[in-house]
């Protein structure tokens, strides 16, 4: 490993990256406000409430996350701005857009000022690091639930409003971006042999996609049976996946209690997909992971079946749920495929080194960038870093040293 590496460079289309984003964010939070409207505009006040209250929640914690970060960041990177604005903030809600406008404002300075000094690209780096950890919280913690729910109503009222369809599609095209964007920023951990190629972003994507899309639509006919029974099931798995990730051991946040907070939302994010939490062999945990949401959406399902068969006006529904079950085995096949080609780890072993890849195992020989200065180096996504990919000893070593250093 070198004994130096620069973060990846942050060029004119990281910037136009970065700028849709955060247009994808503030539009997808106009949606979820027009389509609570819309429903208590059309008499369904409960509807509306509901919509707002995951919005509310989803957003509280993705806040809380940011002012956390914030307060323990290193001081030459923490915003220029006084302790009680960046409060403020935080508390109508708008620290994540605060931050995203931060971050357009260093990207441009990198990209058109002229400042291309390497503490201004780690600096660029270390921001969208936390934006796009912070994007995923806010949208597995509101935007799966929100499609959950609009496909209920839709199913229930078996009609699709405007406001409906377009909010399912920012939904979608949020949870899309957060999953490419999370992985494209674990990727910049690595050496830049392992740069993300256009087949690895499909794939990763196309397998979330097919497992999280079966798992939604069994948890929404379930609440067409039984509509307060979500609010049973759901505490209820939240609480194991709770209980398997703090078994587990994390190390994310700084301190134990904002870890309590990680771990209770890792277990939103648990109930819909995967995500890997620990460092060492991923195999078993995947198995067992992937088992007991396969076993519980297939009793959601057949608990559907029996106890509401479908009307003439729901006879699409048979064909549809029996497709979801292929889906989320060919979610399970693209998984596989993508750890077994697609993974940085599969270039270790093409290059000539005893190894196996993450899903089969774990390696011990995938190289990181190697950072001099471990306070410009966003610990926390490197720490996931090393969850997802495998890292060689001396890399281990490195980032210990540099965690302490911190």
Not at 199 to 210: Q, R
Not at 245 to 261: C, K, N, Y
Not at 361 to 376: A, I, N
Request: hydrophobic share 50%; charged share 15%; glycine share 6%.
């Amino acid at each position: 490993m070198s004994p130096r590496a620069a973060p990846p460079r942050f060029g004119p289309l990281q910037l136009v990256l970065a700028a849709a984003g955060t247009v994808a964010a503030t539009l997808d939070l106009c949606m979820d406000g027009w389509v609570a409207a819309e429903y208590a505009r059309r008499g369904h006040p409960g509807w509306a409430a509901l919509s707002l209250s995951l919005l509310a929640a989803a957003s509280g914690a993705a806040q809380a996350c940011s002012w956390l970060w914030l307060r323990s960041d290193p001081p030459a990177l923490r915003p220029a701005v006084p302790v009680a604005l960046l409060a403020a903030l935080h508390l109508l809600q708008l620290g994540f857009f605060f931050r995203c406008l931060r971050a357009l404002k260093v990207g441009w300075r990198v990209c058109w000022a002229k400042a291309e000094e390497e503490d201004e690209q780690r600096h660029m780096a270390f921001l969208s690091h936390d934006i796009s950890m912070l994007r995923l919280f806010e949208t597995f913690l509101e935007n799966t639930p929100q499609l959950t729910l609009l496909l209920y109503i839709i199913l229930r009222t078996n009609k699709a409003e405007l406001s409906q369809g377009l909010g399912m599609g920012t939904a979608f095209l949020c949870v899309s971006w957060s999953l490419l964007d999370y992985h494209q920023s674990l990727r910049s951990f690595l050496q830049d042999k392992y740069e993300l190629s256009l087949g690895s972003s499909i794939t990763y994507f196309l397998w979330n996609l097919f497992l999280i899309c079966p798992r939604i639509l069994v948890v929404a006919l379930f609440a067409l049976l039984w509509p307060y029974g979500v609010a049973v099931h759901f505490p209820l798995v939240w609480l194991a996946m709770f209980l398997w990730v703090s078994l587990q051991g994390t190390d994310f946040m700084e301190s134990a209690g904002p870890e309590q907070l990680y771990r209770a939302m890792v277990a939103v994010i648990l109930y819909f997909s995967w995500f890997n939490v620990a460092q060492g062999r991923t195999l078993h945990r995947s198995i067992i992971y992937h088992g007991f949401i396969l076993v519980d959406s297939t009793l959601l399902a057949l608990a559907w079946l029996w106890g509401q068969a479908p009307s003439e006006e729901h006879s699409y529904l048979l064909p549809v749920v029996s497709a979801a079950l292929p889906c989320y085995l060919l979610g399970l096949g693209l998984k596989v495929t993508y750890y077994k080609w697609l993974h940085p780890n599969v270039q270790v072993q093409q290059e000539g080194r005893q190894d196996e890849v993450d899903a089969s195992g774990g390696s011990d020989e995938v190289e990181f960038r190697s950072f001099l200065e471990p306070d410009l180096v966003n610990r926390r996504m490197q720490w996931l870093a090393q969850t997802h990919f495998a890292l060689s000893r001396p890399a281990r070593q490195h980032f210990l040293n540099g965690a302490a250093a911190a």
